[in-house]
């Protein structure tokens, strides 16, 4: 794969260095907290990778850290925001062997105790990195490596769907939802997406569900219903709520329902279903499962607007505007 001209640069030995621009917080507040400033480049540990960024995700657990209702175990600041992205490695520690300066990887390390992904460099464990997969280019993989692991430990892990089973992913228009549907046609399910407006409903159709229904504004549970009218196997729900509880009447007994942390309100237990909250975790073999799953899907990572690492405030004012249809990133070096 040709290497940008940036990336070159950045890879060129001796190259890094000893500060950087990041997009970080001093205090907790709404989006004009979050500012560019310059701060040490991290030096990467034995087992550790720097990772020159091209691209990071913004989520709303980054939003979470930004405004104290998250708080990051590092009480320092200024803190830089950021769980994941992709980028070029620039530096391995002495005891990494999978991973060599050049590769172009993406990673995943919530609350990174080294600092955030919003930054021109990052240093994390090289377990929580991986190369690219086939087909993947930086700013789709910048977006996709905390909501990707997410969506595909829900399908697999959480709720082990097989061929010709019957799923609800509810909250289908979001950004793990719009993945956990692709993942779930690749396992071969039945999938009934729930999104948020016609344009949500429309944007869940292509990428794969067999039925949408509009969960803001129609009936979830009906349509589960003549969807499966001998009941639903199971559901993956990234929205808590009334909706959801609802919905579970038309599970079938017995039915998995699974969800990630972080969901409010989460679903309580009820009799006859097996219910599994969980958290997306990296790993070595999380990511070669997950890059068999982006090649073998095909999969579309829908990117609704990208900002410079400079204007990482306006990207927290639309993250917070809502309804996406797609991931929200910013792009760090440009080339
Ligand atoms: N524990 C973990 O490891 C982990 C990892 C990733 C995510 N999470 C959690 O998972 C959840 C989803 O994350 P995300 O990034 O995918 O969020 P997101 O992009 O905001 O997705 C939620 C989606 O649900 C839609 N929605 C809201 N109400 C609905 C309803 N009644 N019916 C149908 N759709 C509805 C939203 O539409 P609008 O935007 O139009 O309202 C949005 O499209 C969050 O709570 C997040 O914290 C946890």
């Known amino acids: 794969m040709k290497h940008s001209e940036a990336e070159q ?43 020159a960024l091209d691209t990071a995700g913004v989520g709303g657990w980054d939003a979470s850290f930004r405004d104290g209702s998250s708080r990051s175990e590092s009480k320092r600041m200024p803190l830089i925001l950021g769980v994941d992205g992709a980028g070029t490695v620039v530096a391995a520690g002495s005891r990494v062997r ?30 929580n990195a991986a190369r690219l997969p086939d087909g993947l280019d930086l700013l789709h993989a910048g977006a996709i490596p905390a909501v990707a692991l997410t969506a595909q430990q829900g399908i697999d892990d959480a709720l082990a769907i097989k061929r ?25 399910a039945y999938v009934l997406g729930s999104a ?46 009334k909706a959801l509880t609802r919905c579970l009447d038309a599970l079938r007994k017995g039915a998995r329902v699974a969800h990630p942390n972080g969901i409010e309100p989460a679903p309580k237990k009820r009799r006859g279903l097996k219910l599994t909250a969980y958290d997306g975790e990296p790993g070595v073999r999380q990511f070669e499962r997950l890059a068999r799953a982006i090649e073998g899907a095909e999969l579309k990572i829908p990117i609704a607007q990208s900002f410079e ?27």
């Open 9 to 51: 640069r950045a890879v060129r030995a001796g190259s890094v260095p000893k500060t950087m621009r990041a997009a970080a917080i001093d205090r907790f507040g709404g989006p004009e907290v979050l500012v560019v400033r310059d701060v040490p480049v991290p030096k990467p540990g034995a087992q550790e990778v720097l990772i």
């Open 98 to 127: 999978r991973l060599k300066v050049g590769d172009r990887v993406y990673a995943y390390r919530y609350d990174n105790p080294r600092g955030g992904f919003y930054a021109e460099y990052v240093a994390v464990p090289a377990a």
């Open 164 to 188: 010709g089973e019957t799923l609800i992913v509810h909250g289908a228009s979001g950004n793990v939802g719009s993945l956990a549907v692709q993942f779930a046609k690749l396992r071969g």
């Open 196 to 241: 948020s407006g016609a344009d949500g409903a429309a944007f869940v159709r292509r990428l794969g569900a067999d039925a949408v229904v509009d969960g803001k504004r129609e009936d979830l549970a009906a349509a589960a219903r003549s969807f499966a009218p001998r009941g639903v196997d199971a559901i993956l729900a990234f929205v808590g709520g």
């Open 309 to 335: 690492l400079s204007e990482a405030a306006r990207a927290h004012e639309r993250l917070a505007q809502g309804h996406t249809l797609g991931k929200i990133v910013l792009r760090i070096r440009a080339g």
